[in-house]
């Protein structure tokens, strides 16, 4: 006859108890190897870090799409033009402190943040000032061609 389990008994056949005690071995090394093949196949968290005590002063031109950006002149050791993200505080977006600003070459203020090859200033409210005149804040457009 087939070894069958009654709850009520102290004890459970040994055949059943063989039987659970090799599937509870299988589950817990199934359990551990995929645990532990999640953790490896997990990527890194990128290098990022805030600059919160110290606020900066930036120029360049503002430009409000597709996220308002402050476009600056390249320095020293990089020839393209510096990109920084505008956020304010909570990295909220900054669309309503440049809109008045889009194509105008500023002057602001604010803090950097940083993860890896990005940058984004968090603005401090109010400190954005257009430099020069209106011929002067006139970006160039370049034809590119139909899209």
């Not at 039987?19 to 589950?27: A, G, P, Y």
């Not at 020293?76 to 993200?85: D, G, H, I, K, T």
């Not at 889009?102 to 990005?118: A, E, H, P, T, W």
């Amino acid at each position: 006859m087939p070894d069958f389990y009654v709850g009520y008994l102290p004890k459970a056949p040994s055949g059943i108890a063989r039987k659970m005690k090799v599937v509870i071995v299988v589950l817990f090394a199934a359990a551990t190897t995929c645990a532990i093949g999640f953790a490896a196949l997990q990527r890194t968290y990128a290098r990022s870090f805030f600059e919160s005590g110290k606020e900066r002063t930036f120029e360049g031109v503002i430009e409000a799409s597709p996220y308002p950006t402050l476009i600056s002149s390249p320095d020293v050791a990089n020839s393209s033009p510096l990109r920084y993200l505008l956020v304010m505080n909570g990295k909220h977006g900054a669309d309503s402190q440049v809109d008045a600003y889009v194509g105008q070459r500023v002057r602001l203020r604010g803090r950097l943040i940083y993860r890896d090859d990005q940058k984004m200033i968090t603005l401090s409210g109010g400190s954005i000032s257009a430099l020069g005149d209106a011929q002067e804040n006139q970006a160039g457009t370049e034809k590119l061609g139909r899209i």
